[in-house]
């Protein structure tokens, strides 16, 4: 069984159709990379699975259990959302990281918010596994720093360690490293390497191309608010089935 089925989402904001009939499925511990024009509506797609946009028709299907289902016109408590966008962890371009709360507190604050006992006996173990995870991504002599005194590759990187806190059954990353300088990017992709080395279950949007090359175990490629081509990443990137795609990718071949 795919541990994520995409069925038809449909998305407009006002008169513009901006995810159009998107479907497609992951299984547990793949990478799949998106990649795209801007304007396509990666982030959109990434911002429906994560309930911070619901879109208009269609299904989404995790682990058996169906999140959205746009024919049932079911309307949401925030409690439910809350509990739907546990399955999702999303990393943003700009980090946001809470400026005024260390990289540790960054990680520990949703876990400790959420933990079912409020007598803080958890908290040791919440702390531990954000000590970990802050280790798990090269930074844990920064753990009592705050973001202003992190560079833009360690503040993603705290920003990976508290989506990757929640336990979220698929992480995904929206142009993680857009926002970063050249010398920065490299240390954020290899640690997303190493998340997918390790089998982490991930969604990449990316104008990496060659990373999302060389991570992804399938390729979505974008166009205009529908999934144009996907495939291996041979397919799309060695044999493309569209001119669009040709295209696209060449305009990346030119500048690198
Ligand atoms: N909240 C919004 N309201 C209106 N239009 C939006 C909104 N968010 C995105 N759009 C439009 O949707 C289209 C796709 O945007 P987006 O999903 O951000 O694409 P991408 O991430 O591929 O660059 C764009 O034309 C954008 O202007
Ligand atoms: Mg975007």
């Given at each position: 069984m795919a541990l994520l089925k995409v069925q038809h989402v449909k998305k407009n904001f006002g008169q513009t159709e901006v995810l159009k009939d998107i479907s497609f499925t992951m299984e547990k511990g793949e990478a799949l990379s998106i990649i795209g024009s801007s304007g396509s509506g990666k982030t959109t797609l990434l911002r429906c699975l994560n309930f911070l946009e619901t879109p208009d028709e269609g299904q989404i299907i995790v682990n058996g259990e169906t999140l959205f289902d746009g024919s049932a016109h079911t309307h949401f408590s925030d409690e439910q959302i809350r509990k739907k966008r546990l399955h999702f962890g999303l990393v943003f371009q700009q980090f946001n990281l809470f400026p005024q709360y260390t990289a540790l507190e960054n990680v520990t604050l949703a876990p400790k918010l959420l933990s079912a006992d409020k007598t803080g006996a958890q908290f040791t173990n919440i702390e531990e596994t954000a000590r970990r995870l802050l280790g798990m991504m090269g930074l844990l002599n920064r753990a009592n720093n705050y973001p202003h005194q992190l560079s833009g590759g360690q503040q993603q990187r705290v920003a990976i360690a508290r989506a990757l806190a929640l336990h979220p059954d698929i992480l995904c990353f929206d142009e993680?490293?857009?926002?970063?300088?050249p010398e920065l990017t490299g240390e954020v992709l290899r640690v997303i390497r190493s998340l997918a080395e390790q089998h982490t279950t991930m969604i990449i949007v990316t104008h990496e191309m060659k990373f999302a090359h060389d991570v992804a175990d399938k390729v979505l490629f974008m166009d205009n608010g529908v999934i144009l081509e996907q495939g291996t990443p041979e397919e799309v990137f060695d044999k493309p089935q569209h001119e669009r795609t040709r295209q696209f990718l060449a305009g990346y071949r030119d500048v690198t």
């Open positions: 993680p490293t857009s926002a970063l300088d």
